[in-house]
């Protein structure tokens, strides 16, 4: 390519991205070239910072700034209601349904043996420590109907049927092998109004 170093390698940083080629990466590349200088260093350092300042919630493993997320500090949510998610797309696609007041557990994946995911990987082992130490009422599975989604829901069903934690799951609605992050507002919000005993 005729391009100069040092644009070569912004397009080769680029491409590594998942979802971007060799030419979107070029094409973004130039556009970033023709941008005001402040645009760019707006970019670069917010991207730093997104390195340097998040990091994962103590108590919920959400995304946080501090040593615990916005959610887990808001008084007005309910904490004796847990919301378990694969990852922090899934909450944020339930906060935007605006129907759930308690807090979260993000597994940050889901079961997988094969992969080398067991129950303390993905946090089960946290989750049981909060059931026990959070007078927790009720844990709302809201993982994705995928297989590895319905083993890991089968797996903390499991680990909490000698406790009275009310264990629920979201209502049909959310189809079949697809994701949570992926479903409508409308259809998270019926999902999780008509949560049903698991
Ligand atoms: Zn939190």
Redesign the pocket.
């Known amino acids: 390519m005729a391009f100069p170093e040092v644009l070569k390698r912004v397009i080769a940083n680029l491409a590594a991205l998942p979802g971007l080629g060799e030419k979107s990466a070029t094409r973004l590349a130039l556009y970033l070239l023709g941008r005001p200088e402040v645009e760019i260093r707006e970019l670069a350092q917010s991207l730093m910072a997104l390195r340097q300042k998040i990091r994962l ?6 995304f ?1 700034e501090a040593d ?6 808001d008084p007005a949510r309910d904490p004796e209601v847990i919301c378990v998610v694969e990852d922090p797309a899934d909450l944020a696609a339930i906060e935007a349904a605006g129907v759930y007041r308690g ?2 557990h ?1 597994l940050h994946g889901l079961l997988s043996p094969r992969d080398g995911l067991g129950p303390k990987e993905i946090r089960l082992e946290a989750l049981a420590q909060r059931v026990k130490d959070e007078n927790i009422k009720e844990i709302v599975i809201a993982l994705s109907p995928t297989v590895a989604g319905e083993a890991t829901a089968a797996y903390i069903a499991q680990m909490f049927k000698k406790t009275p934690v009310k264990l629920s799951r979201l209502a049909c609605g959310v189809p079949m092998g697809m994701d949570v992050k992926y479903a409508d507002r409308i259809t998270l919000k019926r999902a999780l109004e008509a949560r049903q005993p698991f």
């Open positions: 919630c103590q108590r919920c493993f959400n946080a615990f997320c916005a959610l887990c500090l807090l979260y993000v």
